[in-house]
Nanobody
Framework: QLRLVESEGGLVRPGGSLRLSCVAS????????MGWFRQAPGQEREGLAS????????KYADSVKGRFTISRDNTRDTVFLQMDSLDPGDTAAYFC????????????????WGQGTQVTVAS
């Protein structure tokens, strides 16, 4: 069974950057599409970015396009989310997930989830 473990998040100042990573185990990582999601208190989970199993295709939500970059290293069974120009509105719990359709950022379509990691953007 696929197991996903996100790296530790943290506190970042507005305008700063942070890179999250998510390590997979238990299955052949290079056969799974991967995505990043977030959920702020009182809000629904939001799809941010996704990447195909090969890494050749990506998709971004409008809210993070141009600021966040998803990538993966299939030799290390790891997917990354580089987050730049962070602002307080990006404060949330961030989750990685795997699923069958990289082009669909709807959380309900994704099967396996990490435990989440908190990112707080504040001065």
């Amino acid at each position: 069974q696929l197991r996903l473990v996100e790296s530790e998040g943290g506190l970042v100042r507005p305008g700063g950057s942070l890179r999250l990573s998510c390590v997979a185990s238990g299955v052949r990582f290079d056969t799974f599409d991967m995505g990043w999601f977030r959920q702020a208190p009182g809000q629904e989970r939001e799809g941010l970015a996704s990447i195909s199993a090969s890494g050749s295709s990506t998709k971004y939500a409008d809210s993070v396009k141009g600021r966040f970059t998803i990538s993966r290293d299939n030799t290390r069974d790891t997917v990354f989310l580089q987050m730049d120009s962070l602002d307080p509105g990006d404060t949330a719990a961030y989750f990685c997930a795997s699923g069958p359709y990289w082009w669909d950022l709807s959380p309900a379509r994704w099967n396996y989830w990490g435990q989440g990691t908190q990112v707080t953007v504040a001065s």
